[in-house]
């Protein structure tokens, strides 16, 4: 019998929902030398959790996740509220020798960040973030074909990771907006291209970047007034260098009218090129140099049990792997990383990195200059 992974999950709305389903998905389907379960819920009020625990199935709730972290039960703490509060609720739980799994962007600033980094490393403790979009089977076959050679040297990223949740002036004010949990579109979306980018090219070195707020002022509830200015930026972009020398564009917005989960890039390299996008996600295009003339163009491979993780789910091809299955594969590598299997990436140290180039783009659309990432954080 498999010793118990005992999870305190912390917040219970989009992403909370998300991990408590991740979490009893991924004993199903995956063989684990540990049993996952969720044992305590925590929400800002008592009736709030309970709801939530009864939903999910979770045994205890609780309105004050401080009562979660002192728990003695719990083994691994699974943040996944506002952005403002990962660093108090996350440096708690390092401070009770709990392991952590947090919601991205890591923390409002590269500087706070790195303060979660280096108390969780002090402290010999794993760390999780969820850029769940890096467990994405396509995603892995990105990376392996840059780091087998086969699209040759990379010479051109072009990122972006465009919605449109905030296009609507209408759309009220709520914590994405507050600027005590870090910037707006660049942190909130633009930390998942930058992760992915460095996931798939490696770091990246330098920027020059812009940002815009669209929509100045937002009300504070729906159709009502007063109306609160916005501090934070709705779109963001940036011309980045990386480190191997190739060069590229990081693109953010949550205000792109007609966009859903347009987090997509294009690679090129010296051999052939590589298309993905996550509205499509179990799709990846490539090119490759040398194919017959007339006959020469893109292919379009549909993700399958060949590809990383995908046999788990489904024996057959073509048939589409979704978000919360990407959420499994995410709480699967954690569940290997806490019984001494492979170290997970991306962890806290990593999660700094991508916050030092969100911190990066800020710096140098305040002073309109290209900036070193080495100058932050
Ligand atoms: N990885 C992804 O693809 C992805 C997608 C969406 C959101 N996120 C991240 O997940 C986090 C949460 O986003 P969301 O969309 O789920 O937000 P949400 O507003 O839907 O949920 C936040 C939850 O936190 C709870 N909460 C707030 N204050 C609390 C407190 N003091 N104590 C306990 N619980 C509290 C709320 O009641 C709610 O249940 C953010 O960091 C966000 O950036 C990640």
Not at 29 to 49: K, Q, S, Y
Not at 55 to 70: C, H, K, S, Y
């Amino acid at each position: 019998m498999s010793r118990p992974l005992r999870i305190g999950l912390v917040g219970s709305g989009f992403m909370g929902r998300s991990h408590a389903l991740a979490w009893r998905i991924a004993p199903a389907v995956f063989e684990l030398p540990v049993r996952p379960e969720v044992v305590v819920l925590a929400d800002r009020t008592e009736e709030l959790a309970t709801q939530a625990a009864r939903q999910l199935g979770v045994a205890r709730a609780t309105g004050d996740w401080r009562d979660l972290i002192r728990d003695p039960e719990i083994d691994l703490v699974d943040i996944t509220t506002p952005n403002a509060l990962h660093k108090e609720m996350a440096m708690a739980a390092i401070e009770a020798g709990k392991a952590v799994y947090c919601e991205k962007p890591l923390a409002p600033t590269a500087t706070d960040a790195r303060d979660m980094a280096e108390a969780a490393e002090n402290a010999g403790l794993p760390t999780f973030v969820g850029f769940n979009y890096l467990r994405n089977p396509m995603t892995r076959l990105a990376r392996d074909l840059v780091s087998s050679g086969e699209i040759g040297e990379p010479w051109s990223f072009r990122g972006i990771h465009a919605e449109d949740y905030m296009s609507d002036p209408g759309v009220p004010w709520s914590w994405r907006l507050d600027p005590a949990g870090g910037a707006g579109a660049i942190a909130d979306l633009g930390s998942h291209i930058v992760a992915m980018a460095r996931f798939v090219v490696g770091p990246i070195e330098e920027l020059v970047a812009d940002l815009d707020t669209v929509i100045p002022e937002r009300a504070i509830t729906r159709g009502g007034a007063p109306v609160r200015p916005v501090e934070v930026d709705d779109q963001a972009r940036a011309l980045v260098r990386f480190a191997n020398g190739a060069a590229g564009t990081i693109e953010a917005s949550w205000v792109s009218t007609g966009r859903k989960m347009h987090l997509a890039f294009e690679l090129t390299g010296s051999k052939g090129s590589i298309v993905l996008n996550m509205e499509r996600m179990n799709e990846l295009r490539l090119f490759v140099k040398g194919q017959a003339a007339g006959r020469a163009g893109f292919v379009e491979i549909p993700a399958g049990p060949e590809h990383a993780d995908y046999a788990a789910f489904c024996p057959a091809p073509g048939h589409q792997l979704g978000f919360n299955e990407i959420k499994a594969i995410e709480v699967k590598d954690i569940a290997l990383a806490m019984a001494d299997g492979p170290t997970f990436r991306p962890d806290f140290r990593e999660a700094y990195e991508v916050q030092r180039v969100v911190d990066a783009v800020l710096l140098s659309a305040r002073e309109r200059r290209w900036v070193s990432i080495d100058e932050v954080g």
